[in-house]
Structure formats: structure tokens, C-alpha cells
């Protein structure tokens, strides 16, 4: 939850992928087509799946897996209380949703009350099982017949094209000679074709392409039955959705004498799945680029010294020995890993909640020094800031990490609270088009709900014995 690189005499490097996603919806292979369901027989459904098992073709399964009791950076994942985690047991997970504050904690639960059900890609259970997880129990699979590995890979060179020319050469590319080699790695790495002449940043032009290589993949998941919304300025069209028994009307509104907003949603019974809706395609690309994470993350924490501090869905934050290389390698291409803050050199990590951390930097130029706080669903504006800052972030931080247990007192949930007013917070009112200032009240808690606070303020596993 903390670190202060300078003390341990380490360094800290913050790095994340360029174009995550991108990148693996480009360079992996899809199943299309549709599948062979395979229901095991219950007198078959006992397995012993271990690190000799191999998969010889990609499926996705339906198990009951076993997590290693002592894993660095455990592979697969599961949702318990909206909460998704990366367990090594099912109960502790259950008994501890609040997460807690335990110095010496210890798994103590046998192996079918660490264990659960688990649907995943065959790619995701073999790294699982090559780390040391067992899958004890079979139930059903669907198997692919046909994959294609060149499903996205023109979109994405073609919108990639389009956010480089907008973005520019990379930092560290500088010189004809290095130009033309990075513009020739692109053609022969990813078939994006790049034209010298257009390298004019274009920060529209990069947020728009930016845009469409982020959001194909994720709409074909789209969730089907979402609100609806219309403008109704007939009675007679008004009665015709009144009598619509397939829909349930959720608000009517007036926006004008002789116009109105109608807002409903489908009927669960009367859901039709959209055109592009295709959950195997998204559930790939998650399962894929997770892959590319662990890889990653698995290489730091081999690495000796080395300490994950923190990671999100496309970075990861550790510290290695300052008398020791970065573990892991950057680069400027798609998929490459990038530095972030690298002007800079992080001095001290603070850690609060899934997306709520404080780093504080010395510029490598001229040794000024600036923190940068993230806290999620907090606007950090000026007023907002003069009472949310980086001391008073650390300050709650370490209180709350050096309390008592959760489960215990409720009252312990309250310590490290920091009180947050806005007096000019924007509202938009959009059914009458209104922008308006308010006074917004909001409360900052750190709170640890992924794991247990054990001793020198690190964050262990659930499971972990």
C-alpha cells in the first residue's frame, strides 16, 4: 500500500501497453463458426488436470478448479459480492468482503472450500495449470472447429495508421534513419502502412481513431435490453407504446408544450440479442490480453528484489534494485510495453483502493518535484484538491492499513475518511439541456476489498498460506 523508493533503495517503473487491446485482437486467432457443445456424462466428470495436462485444441471449458496455496501472480479470475478477484480461495474471498487487516494471516480451508466453478479459455487454464492449479472436476466444453487469426488484423492496421499519423513519432525515435526503421517495423510487424508527410499531430484525429480501436471488440458484448429513449410529439404514438405489452415504460418527461421524452427498456421475456451481439469474441480478447498482463507481471516477480506494487488492466507499477536493469523491455510498437511519467523518477507509491493511487516524482531535468493522485469518481479539481492532495491521500492511506480488523468493528470502516466538497461541481441536466454549478459532497475511504493487509503494509492474496 506503500512504498518509499529512496529507503529500500530501489526504483520505481510504471509502464502500460500501447494499445492493449489493439494488439491482441490483431495478433490472436478467433473462433467463428459455431461450436460442438460437449456435456460430460457425470460418471466422467472426475478429472486430474495438473501441469503434465496439455490441451490440443482451444476450447472453453466449464471446471472445477484448485488455485496453488502460494502463487506470486495467480492466473485465473472470478467474480464473488461484484467483486472480481484473483483469488487462491473461495472462502476467504466469501468470508472477508470487505477485504481486512490481519499481520499474520493464514489460509486455513481445504481444498474443495478453496476451489469453484470456473468458465474459461483453454489458453488462460493451461497457463493456470502450468503455474499449479488442479482441475479436479470436467463438466462441459465448447469446442471450435474453425479460428481465424486475421479476423480484426486490416481494421486495426488501418485505424492504427490513422492514430500514429495523429500522434507523431514516438518519443525516442528521432533521426531520418531511425524514422524509416520504425515506419518499415510497422509494415512488416502489423501491415500498417505509414506515409511520412502525415506525421502532423492531430490530438481530434487520435482521440477519433483511438476511439474505433478501443470500442470494436467491446461491442460485440454489448448488454442487449438497455434503455431506450424517444421524442414523442403524437397522442396516438404515446397510446401505442402505453398498450406495448413487450415493453415496460420507465419515465415519461416534458420537454416542450407539445413534445415529450418516453424512456423504456424491453421486457426480459421479449429480449432480442442484437445484430453484433457475439459474447465468445469478447470473452477471447479479454482472456488473450490478460495473458499478455501475466506474462508481465509473472517476469517481475521473478525477478529477484523486484516487488509489484500495483496493477491495472493494461499496466503495472513495481519497484526493482536501483543496481539492477528494468525486468522488462519497452518499445514503441503496438502491443510494445511504454513508460509512463518517463521524465520522471517515482519516489514514493501510495496505494488506497482499484483505482485510487498517489505517486510522488523528481523531474530528471531539474529535480523539481510534483505528485500525481487518481482516485476514481472524484473529480480532482482546484478546491477539491486543497483538501484531496498527496499528503492527506498518504495520510489516510497509512491509517486506515494500520487499523484493526473489519470483520471485527464496523466502526474501523470509517478511519482514514476524508470529507470532499465541491462548491462548483457541473451538472448537466439532459432531458431539459441544462448546464448548471452545484455543491457536491463526496466521501474518500481507502478500502482494500481484493485482499488482506498483512504485515509491512503489503497486500496478500486471499488464500495465501
Known amino acids: 500500500m506503500y512504498f518509499d523508493a529512496d529507503s529500500e533503495q530501489h526504483k520505481i517503473a510504471y509502464l502500460d501497453f500501447n494499445s492493449l487491446y489493439p494488439s491482441t485482437i490483431a495478433t490472436t486467432s478467433f473462433p467463428v463458426g459455431h461450436p460442438k457443445i460437449y456435456v460430460v456424462p457425470l460418471a466422467e466428470q472426475k478429472v486430474n488436470w495438473n501441469r503434465e495436462s496439455k490441451f490440443h485444441s482451444k476450447e472453453i471449458l466449464k471446471v472445477f478448479l484448485i488455485p496453488p496455496s502460494q502463487l506470486d501472480v495467480p492466473v485465473i479470475p472470478v467474480k464473488f459480492d461484484e467483486r472480481l478477484l484473483f483469488p487462491l480461495c473461495r472462502k476467504c474471498s466469501l ?38 492449479y488442479k482441475v479436479t472436476r470436467f463438466y462441459r466444453a465448447l469446442h471450435y472447429e474453425k479460428w481465424d487469426e486475421n479476423l480484426f488484423k486490416n481494421y486495426v492496421a488501418e485505424f492504427m495508421a490513422m ?44 482521440y477519433i481513431s483511438k476511439l474505433m480501436l478501443n470500442s470494436l471488440w467491446g461491442r460485440f458484448s454489448l448488454r442487449n435490453g438497455q ?32 413534445t415529450i421524452l418516453l424512456t423504456y427498456k424491453q421486457k426480459e421475456e421479449f429480449i432480442i440479442e442484437h445484430d453484433t451481439s457475439n459474447m465468445v469474441i469478447s470473452l477471447w480478447t479479454t482472456s488473450a490480453a490478460r495473458i499478455k498482463l501475466l506474462k508481465a507481471m509473472q517476469k517481475v516477480a521473478e525477478s529477484p528484489g523486484c516487488n509489484i506494487l500495483y496493477g491495472d488492466t493494461d499496466s503495472i507499477l513495481f519497484s526493482h534494485p536501483k543496481n539492477m536493469e528494468c525486468p522488462l523491455q519497452t518499445g514503441p510498437h503496438l502491443g510494445d510495453l511504454a513508460r509512463e511519467y518517463a521524465g520522471s523518477e517515482i519516489k514514493e507509491y501510495v496505494g488506497g483502493a482499484c483505482k485510487a493511487y498517489a505517486l510522488r516524482m523528481e523531474s530528471k531535468k531539474n529535480a523539481k518535484v510534483s505528485s500525481v493522485l487518481k482516485v476514481r469518481g472524484i473529480t480532482l479539481t482546484a478546491d477539491v484538491c486543497k483538501i484531496l492532495h498527496f499528503d492527506s491521500f498518504k495520510e489516510s492511506v497509512l491509517h486506515y492499513a494500520n487499523g484493526g480488523n473489519d470483520n471485527e468493528d464496523d466502526d474501523d470502516l470509517d478511519r482514514g475518511t476524508i470529507m470532499i466538497e465541491n462548491p462548483n461541481f457541473i451538472r448537466r441536466n439532459v432531458k431539459d439541456g441544462t448546464v448548471y454549478s452545484t455543491k457536491m459532497r463526496k466521501i474518500f475511504r481507502p478500502i482494500i476489498q481484493k485482499g488482506i493487509i498483512s504485515n509491512n503494509l503489503k497486500i496478500v492474496h486471499f488464500g495465501q498460506k
Open 227 to 258: 434503455s431506450r429513449s424517444v421524442v414523442i410529439d403524437s397522442p396516438a404514438e404515446l397510446i401505442e407504446y402505453d398498450k406495448n405489452n413487450s415493453i415496460e415504460i420507465q419515465s415519461i418527461d416534458n420537454l416542450t408544450e407539445e
Open 95 to 132: 468470508t472477508y468482503p470487505n477485504g481486512a487487516n490481519i499481520k499474520d494471516y493464514r489460509c486455513t480451508h481445504n481444498d474443495d472450500e478453496r476451489g469453484w466453478v470456473s468458465t474459461c479459455t483453454s489458453i488462460e487454464l493451461e497457463e493456470a495449470l502450468n503455474v499449479g
Open 163 to 206: 492514430k500514429i499519423h495523429a500522434s507523431g513519432f514516438p518519443e525516442g525515435i528521432e533521426g531520418i534513419e531511425s524514422e524509416e526503421r520504425f515506419i518499415n517495423e510497422c509494415k512488416e510487424k502489423f501491415g500498417i502502412e505509414l506515409d511520412r508527410e502525415k506525421m502532423v499531430p492531430d490530438q481530434a484525429m487520435r
